[in-house]
């Protein structure tokens, strides 16, 4: 997509925000942060494009698109948290969506713009994130990933090229990312493949 694509098309989903989706708690990320594009909202527009015939994108088409304006991505989890997380209504495969296009793993679909996700929770809508809550539980893990050790802002154990960034990531996939529920991890850890870990607080 080219950068007058992108805009066009960030334009029609935050048309569709307004009227639809604002009002059901559905979050809209920020097109830009500083002089660049955001993560979140590469993503939504890629799944968005042509809208409403959206189509099949992989993770690996995403990862390839990322990469245009962050060449460090290795793997691309916007698909999914844009779903559960901030209610956007796109199937994943590696979710085992119950839809009738049986999507593979590493495959997402936008279906609406409309509706929001059917599984986007009161709870989940309610739930804020709290950066000040989030900044002490870093702190409590010595600002490293709770499941390798890679300490923020620092290159990674495994990946010495890419920088170590910390996300909110589940304690247990199956219930909402909320206080008590999250533990810092990296983003090569807080990925897809990861969907059915459970941890313990060791």
């Known amino acids: 997509m080219k950068k007058s694509e992108i805009l066009a098309t960030y334009k029609v989903v935050k048309g569709y925000h307004e009227k639809y989706l604002k009002e059901k708690g559905v979050e809209l990320p920020n097109l830009m942060k500083g002089d660049n594009f955001t993560k979140d909202a590469l993503v939504l527009v890629y799944l968005a494009e ?22 460090d991505t290795t793997d691309v989890q916007q698909g999914r948290h844009l779903a559960a997380q901030k209610g956007w209504y796109i199937l994943s495969g590696a979710r085992k969506d119950n839809n009738s296009l049986n999507l593979k793993n590493g495959e997402y679909k936008l279906v609406s713009l409309t509706e929001c996700y059917p599984d986007f929770t009161k709870e989940r809508r309610e739930y804020k994130e709290d950066e000040d809550f989030f900044e002490s539980l870093k702190k409590k893990y010595s600002y490293c990933c709770a499941t390798c050790g890679s300490e923020e802002g620092k290159p ?5 090229r890419t920088k170590t960034v910390l996300q909110k990531g ?8 909320e206080e008590g529920n999250i533990i810092p991890q990296c983003e090569k ?5 990861r969907n059915y870990w459970i941890y313990d607080k060791r």
């Open 156 to 160: 990674h154990k495994h990946w010495k």
């Open 189 to 193: 850890c807080n990925r897809a493949d």
């Open 170 to 177: 589940h304690m247990n996939p199956l219930k909402p990312l």
């Open 50 to 71: 042509n809208y409403p015939n959206t189509r099949i994108v992989t993770k690996n088409e995403l990862t390839k698109f990322i990469r245009q304006y962050y060449e």
